[in-house]
């Protein structure tokens, strides 16, 4: 049966950080992976997380099956944590939040919910978009469709493009946005192009699903998931798939959610137990360490308070990364106009170099960006970014 299989390539992304590990040049760079990296290029554990470790050790009491919508204490706090307390889909009782195997899981479970919808319906990604949505989508047999929102060109949104195409969609279509950070471009919508985008999509009828997986990382918690919000006001049914890996630091254990809005509290009931069922047939229930460590910090108001100053750090870091490299290029006597760099938000931006010059990069010097020229900018560190950006220099 194997016989007839034939290998596939490595992944665009992991199967660069798997080569990164086997470089022996002591300046190589990654920055590939979207990871947060500290000075030291470290991916620590947070502390509020070690110590919500710590206190879980202490307190739990049972290894025993808790059920496939995972902790509800963690899809509460998950809930609010997106939408904030006070939202009108919280307090009409319109959304239902599960615990997922990490953001991807999310992704994977509102695909197949989907397609329980509707089978071979069309979901609209953007151009470009994470380098995993499309084949995770197809794999789940939804049809894949992009509609215009990076300005290679001029390194900019290309806002008519997103919005002329997204008011030709169907109906019945899904159309999938990033809530902050654009991955891979680093460019997001301001607060009245979501305005814009949440018209259309209520005057359309499409389903937008959101994927939040960076929450914290562009300008703070609230403001990141300000599109979100709006959008959750204005339309009748969304998903929302977000991710605690990156956020909290929790990439290995896998904890993300899945939710659902749906017209009212009696159909998202019923839409839930449709979302219940795909879960129980792919994997039944999802790990609870992860979701385990976010109720405990979400619910303290010291570990919270913790976990806020110790995300902003983060969020700081990625943002003096910006204007770090930007300046470096400049005193290497780059001339062109990088200045978009510092512009952008999150983890990721796009370099704009050629296919050609990133393996140059890889290849010559030992730096690992995406083939498309994504850069992870949390990569970047003062140790490393004069080697960086004379390497780019030299590319260029
Ligand atoms: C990335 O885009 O680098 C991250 O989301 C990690 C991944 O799984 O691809």
């Given at each position: 049966m194997f016989g007839s299989l034939k290998a596939l390539p490595a992944d665009p992304i992991l199967g660069l950080l798997a080569k990164y590990k086997k470089d022996n040049n002591p300046n190589k760079i990654d920055l590939g992976v979207g990871v947060f990296k500290n000075e030291a290029g470290h991916t620590a554990v947070l502390d509020c997380v070690k110590k919500a470790e710590q206190h879980r050790t202490n307190?739990?009491?049972?290894?025993?099956y808790i059920g496939p919508t995972g902790s509800p204490v963690f899809n509460d706090e998950m809930a609010k944590l997106i939408f904030g307390s006070e939202h009108k889909v919280l307090n009409e009782n319109r959304a239902r939040t599960i615990s997922t195997p990490g953001g991807t899981g999310a992704l994977r479970v509102a695909a197949e919910f989907i397609k329980s919808c509707k089978a071979g319906a069309t979901i609209w990604v953007s151009n470009p978009t994470w380098a995993n949505h499309t084949g995770l989508f197809a794999a789940a047999g939804l049809n894949v469709k992009t509609y215009p929102y990076y300005d290679y060109e001029n390194k900019s949104l290309d806002f008519d493009g997103m919005l002329n195409a997204l008011k030709e969609v169907s109906s019945d279509d899904v159309v999938l946005l990033h809530a902050c950070c654009h991955n891979p471009s680093g460019m997001d919508l301001n607060n009245e192009q979501w305005?814009?985008?949440?018209?259309?999509?209520?005057?359309?009828?499409?389903t937008p699903l959101i994927d939040m997986a960076y929450q914290g990382f562009g300008s703070g918690l609230d403001e990141d998931?300000?599109?979100?919000r709006l959008m959750a006001e204005t339309v009748k049914e969304m998903i929302v798939c977000s991710s605690c890996s990156k956020n909290f630091g929790l990439y290995r254990e896998r904890i993300g959610?899945?939710?659902?809005?749906?017209?009212?509290?009696?159909?998202?009931?019923?839409?839930?137990?449709?979302?219940?069922?795909?879960?129980?047939?792919i994997y039944s229930m999802p790990p609870a360490h992860g979701a385990a460590i976010v109720e405990t910090i979400l619910s303290s108001d010291e570990l919270r308070n913790e976990w806020y100053v110790e995300l902003k750090a983060?969020?700081?870091?990625?943002n003096g990364n910006r204007q770090l490299i930007v300046d470096k290029l400049i005193e290497?006597?780059?001339?062109?106009?990088?200045?978009?760099i510092s512009r952008q938000s999150g983890m990721f931006s796009f370099l704009g170099l050629t296919p050609e010059q990133v393996q140059q990069l890889q290849d010559e010097y030992s730096i690992y960006l995406v083939g498309s020229s994504r850069m992870s900018?949390?990569?970047?560190?003062n140790s490393n970014v004069d080697y960086l950006a004379k390497s780019i220099a030299k590319v260029l």
């Open positions: 307190t739990e009491d049972s290894k025993v305005q814009q985008v949440a018209d259309v999509a209520k005057d359309v009828g499409f998931a300000y599109g979100l959610a899945c939710t659902i809005i749906g017209e009212s509290s009696i159909s998202v009931d019923i839409a839930n137990s449709v979302l219940l069922y795909v879960v129980r047939v983060m969020r700081d870091r990625i290497n006597g780059v001339t062109r106009d990088f200045s978009f900018i949390a990569g970047i560190a």
